[in-house]
């Protein structure tokens, strides 16, 4: 996650590694790495090293960028259910993740 000016960080661009480490902590952003090298050697190339994120962050997290925030100003029934569909993709796309990461690359 790489925040820049125009999300309108509300804690301000000095304070973009607190905005990237609340971004994964709330599930909104997953830590991972991949090196296909590992598979050559039997190894799962993609490694999962985000922790088990606390779902109750996301909203907040997202209403800490202007971006958000002025959706749930201007229309607030319709940023509701987009929150909400948003934070059902990032936990699908955890999942996504955990399923990749728990692959055998064994021969």
Same mark, same amino acid.
């Given at each position: ?31 991972? !790495? ?14 999962l ?5 606390? /779902? ?10 202007? !971006? ?18 948003a934070?059902?993709?990032?936990? /699908? !796309?955890?999942?996504?993740?955990? !399923?990749?990461?728990?692959?055998d690359?064994s021969?």
């Amino acid at each position: 996650y790489a925040p820049c000016i125009n999300h309108g960080l509300k804690v301000g661009m000095g304070q973009t590694q607190f905005e990237e480490e609340t971004a994964v902590k709330s599930g909104y952003w997953s830590l991972y !790495r991949y090196n296909p090298q590992l598979e050559n050697d039997g190894k799962n190339p993609f490694e999962l090293d985000s922790k088990e994120p606390d /779902w109750t962050m996301f909203k907040n997290f997202l209403m800490g960028e202007v !971006r958000y925030s002025s959706l749930k100003k201007a229309f607030p029934e319709v940023a509701d259910q987009l929150f909400d569909a948003a934070e059902e993709s990032a936990k /699908w !796309r955890l999942k996504s993740y955990e !399923r990749l990461a728990s692959m055998d690359f064994s021969k």
